[in-house]
């Protein structure tokens, strides 16, 4: 019985921590809000890539106390929208891409729930089973979002089977 209530109380210490640098890093994201910054894709270096050599933009736009939407612009392209959303579950992160008309994509709202790695300055955000489901090959995506120590860079990273997928590095002007 006192083992049981051990391994309880480890686990529920183990989802407060979590819990606490979820909030951390949405903080230290809010406080950005309004800003915009411009990047590049760094990886793959791959001229065929959609976004090889097209200006990216992500602009910290609406936040309230609950979820972050970030616009993101590739070249003329403004049909995605990336959003993090605290949740009972720990922080979400989607993919929210659209028509020009403003309606859905059929490949839209994919992303996952933070795990327990992240700190104030970066969090993973393992596949879903939403994501697996819509696209199977993306099971094993993992999407890291970091800020740089000072703040001015912000990294937009993805893993697929545990190998680099894609990379853009995004500065503040």
């Known amino acids: 019985m006192k083992k049981l209530l051990v391994i309880i109380l ?20 809010s406080s950005h809000c309004g800003k915009k910054y411009y990047g590049e894709t760094i990886f793959p270096d791959d001229p065929s890539h959609d976004f090889a050599g097209e200006a990216l933009e992500m602009h910290i736009k609406d936040c309230t106390d609950e979820e972050i ?73 993992v999407w890291q979002l970091t800020f740089d120590p000072e703040k001015k860079q912000f990294i937009y990273y993805l893993e697929r089977h545990q190998k680099p997928r894609y990379k853009a590095v995004f500065k503040i002007k």
Not at 11 to 29: M, P
């Open 10 to 29: 480890l686990v529920s210490s183990a989802k407060i921590c979590a819990a606490q640098k979820d909030s951390e890093f949405f903080t230290t994201l």
């Open 69 to 141: 939407r970030i616009p993101f612009k590739v070249g003329e392209d403004t049909s995605r929208t990336w959003i993090i959303s605290k949740t009972d579950k720990g922080l979400l992160f989607k993919h929210d891409h659209r028509h020009k008309d403003g309606t859905p994509d059929e490949i839209t709202m994919y992303g996952g729930y933070a795990d327990d790695k992240g700190n104030t300055l970066s969090q993973n955000f393992p596949a879903d089973d939403y994501t697996a489901q819509l696209i199977p090959a993306a099971k094993t995506n």
